[in-house]
């Protein structure tokens, strides 16, 4: 499905026409719809509404149903014209019911990471709540919150079971699940994106048993070729063993304890951390498990392309190549602009860019720097 809005085409195409050609009246100044930057260390400017640049923007759904909203500054209102910029945003955020894409609901002055092949390098996560509710209790939300090496949030979700992709590092995920008897509780955990070694894998589960006197530990899917090491520590002991029974006392004072399983041999080791009580009636626990696999797909949500087709036809892109860290593409303002003549409303999207242009065969590349941009977005209300 895709739906185009074409600003400024009022009657028939003229080669001298601007972009952006319907008065404005009291709703706002004529603002000057522009990319400003310097290519290379040269300057660059276009503008459309006051010289011969058309903005040309339009909404699109991929094959999976992402939304990709273009926005287009082009010399001639064409396809392909040389000296053209576009600029496609990709956003997952913007759900059927918001279709095509509301700005104001997506976009939020936020940054977007730069649409790149991570190749092998790209991996799928789930993460799963595993959290017990306990007698006459029962599990009614999970906040989940991810963040990268930097401390930066990348997630925020209440989903069951998030899945995330994201490139090789390490993550700090913090779920924190609400109960019916009021009480919540919170657990954080450093993850890996990373392959998962299907022949090193390990988890346990527990139960009260004997009236609620003791505590049961059972390790269970162990995939670890024998001979393997099944090696607990639960409150500052050390204990081994597939299968361990314990008093209540030995979890500790506390209502809730975190009890540590490492299952190792001479190849490989893992690792499990759940919280667990030994009083029945809060149970009241937090754990999640991470589910990790290698996925190879260029095409990321919530990304930022940006294409140059240079005046002698040659097609750069921000895609064709990795960027560097200090990469960036920065929504600093939205706001409400004039109905477009079709009488779909408008928003007007102001940011700051800088990032690297590679040519399609990798032997030319230029740096953005400096850039800024003033665009507009028609939605669908």
Known sequence: MKKAIFFGLLGSLLACQHAIDFEEGAVRG?????????LGGTPIQLQAGNNNFYLQTSVAQDQRQVYETTAALQPNNCNGCPNSWEFIIRD??????????????????????FFRSFGSNLFRLQLQNQSFPGLGNQ????????????????????????QLLLPAGSY??????????????????????????????ADFHYSLINNNSQVQFNAMGISLQAPYTV??????ATYTGVQINLPVSALGTGDVNLVRMRAFNNECSSEVVKQVTHDPAIFCTVNFRVNSNAFNDPLQTGTLRIQY????????SSAFGDQQANASFLITD???????????????????????????????????????FNLAFPYKP
């Open 30 to 38: 004529n603002p000057q719809f522009y990319f400003t930057a310097e």
């Open 92 to 113: 997952h955020a913007a759900l059927e019911t918001q279709a095509p894409m509301v700005p104001d609901s997506t976009f939020q002055r936020k940054a977007y990471p």
């Open 139 to 162: 599990l009614i939300a999970s906040q989940w919150e991810v963040r990268d090496s930097s401390g930066q949030l990348i997630q925020s979700t209440q989903a069951a079971a998030p």
């Open 172 to 201: 700090r995920v913090r779920l924190t699940s609400f109960f019916t008897n009021g009480c919540n509780n919170s657990l954080e955990k450093i993850i890996q994106a990373a392959p998962v070694n299907t022949s090193c894998t």
């Open 231 to 236: 090696q607990w520590q639960i409150n500052g």
């Open 309 to 316: 087709r240079r005046a002698d036809g040659t097609l750069f």
């Open 334 to 372: 939205i706001a409400e602009f004039k109905n477009t003549p079709q009488g779909l409303p408008v928003k007007q999207l102001k940011g700051t860019v800088q990032c690297t242009l590679f040519s399609a065969d990798g032997s030319e590349q230029m740096e953005i720097t400096n850039g800024a």
